[in-house]
Nanobody, 116 residues
């Protein structure tokens, strides 16, 4: 059974930083594409970072230069370092995994709120 469990969300002031973590189990991690999506109230879920490997990460234009996605293939974990946070980054952030067959898995989500 594939499980993805996020942690690290919370409330942060504009300009601040936050790191999200995702612990995975039940999958052959090295063969999966992993990443992060987010969904703000009233909006569709959108891609934040798709991590093929730590040298090949695709970012949404809105987070380029501020967010860094990474994976640890020895610990089967995924991380998202978020710097220079803006109020428009407020959303529920979801950990994501996809295998070569196209099967997709999601975590339960963690809330990130950027507000003064």
């Amino acid at each position: 059974q594939v499980q993805l469990v996020e942690s690290g969300g919370g409330l942060v002031e504009p300009g601040g930083s936050l790191t999200l973590s995702c612990a995975t189990s039940g999958l052959m991690f090295n063969f999966y594409t992993v990443g992060w999506y987010r969904q703000a109230p009233g909006k569709q879920r959108e891609l934040v970072a798709l991590i093929i490997n730590n040298r090949n990460v695709n970012y949404a234009d809105s987070v380029k230069g501020r967010f860094t996605g990474s994976r640890d293939n020895t610990k089967n974990t995924v991380a998202l370092q978020m710097d220079s946070l803006k109020p428009e980054d407020t959303a529920v952030y979801y950990c994501y995994a996809r295998n070569p067959n196209g099967d997709e898995y999601w975590g339960q989500g963690t809330q990130v709120t950027v507000s003064s």
